[in-house]
């Protein structure tokens, strides 16, 4: 795909019904007015991919707070381990994969970036670089599948999460994370919302409209959560600072260390997101759905 091609009907429900959402033209954003959901309106050509994850920093050091996030994810998914497989869409350097093998899982990462698959076989991570539709269908399906901030990636949605369904076993868990367009964050800065990102970021879920479109693929929601919120962030835009991610993240992380030690900042993040999550409104959307039996 060489030439720049334009959305004309909804990628999630398929309507025709769609407008330029209002406030986010610079952005090119649609919003569908059958089933809410937000997207690009660009189409990114497959050149704009290669030189878009061409720039990511995959030799990033893992944060040790991330690394015990990991082991918490890997604690809940005990419980549907069947066939002892993972799959993990959008598996980056393997830094999560790496964990699950130490534990024992038979692992397997998909992922779009030859630099980032050639870090996982240097971990020792079976990694396949592709698509999800060039990956094949096995008899021995996959236990768990994890997409941690993927989804919001995706060209082919659809065609994606019926290869996901293929891929899952019966009663198998899908564990997802991704930007929530109804987030505080993005209501107070709208078109400045660093999540805003063509053609890094093509699709925005909300919780609702996440959760309409995993039932309609054959999961059912078990869990859902918002949280989390970036006082950096916030700061910088009230105080019209210019937005610099990597102070964003140096000053976020402090922050999430002090959480991690301390009871008292623990219990107050604890109740700011049960806050979130009540209001929808944190800046990530959680959720572990499980897959239908047939």
């Known amino acids: ?30 919003q569908c007015r059958e089933c809410g959901f937000t ?17 990511y920093d995959r030799k990033r050091k893992i944060s040790p707070i991330t690394i015990g996030r990991y082991h918490e ?8 381990r069947k066939n002892n497989r993972i799959l993990e869409v959008g598996c980056g350097s393997g ?9 024992g899982w038979d692992v ?16 020792g991570i079976d990694a396949f670089q592709g698509t999800l539709s060039q990956l094949e269908k096995t008899q021995n399906k996959f236990d768990v599948i994890v997409c ?19 891929l899952a076993r019966g009663d198998g868990a899908l564990f997802i994370t991704t930007p929530n367009f109804n987030s505080i964050t993005r209501v107070v800065l709208k078109e400045n919302w660093e999540c805003i990102a063509y053609p890094e970021h093509l ?5 609702r409209t996440l959760t309409n479109f995993l039932k309609t693929n054959g999961f059912g929601i078990l869990e859902m959560t918002s949280t989390g919120i970036s006082p950096t962030r916030l700061k910088q835009f009230f105080f019209k600072q210019k937005v610099n991610r ?31 999550t009540l209001i929808k409104g944190g800046d990530t959307i959680k959720c572990l759905a499980i897959k239908k039996s047939s």
């Open 148 to 166: 941690v901030e993927v989804i919001e990636h995706l060209m082919n949605l659809q065609a994606d999460f019926t290869k996901i369904g293929e």
């Open 95 to 103: 830094h999560f994969l790496y964990e699950a093998k130490n534990r």
């Open 1 to 30: 795909m060489d030439e720049q091609q334009f959305h004309i009907h909804c990628i999630l429900c398929g309507s025709t019904n769609i407008f330029n959402l209002p406030d986010y033209t610079k952005t090119g954003l649609l």
């Open 203 to 207: 699709n925005y879920f909300t919780q």
């Open 39 to 55: 997207f690009c309106k660009k189409i990114p050509t497959e050149k704009e991919l290669r030189e878009n994850y061409r720039g």
């Open 73 to 80: 994810w890997l604690d809940m998914f005990e419980g549907y």
């Open 108 to 123: 397997l990462g998909i992922e779009f970036d030859e630099d980032a698959v050639s870090l996982c076989k240097d971990k």
């Open 246 to 276: 990597q102070t964003i993240s140096h000053s976020d992380e402090g922050l999430r260390l002090k959480t991690e030690t301390n009871s008292f900042f623990k219990y107050v993040k604890a109740a700011i997101n049960g806050l979130l």
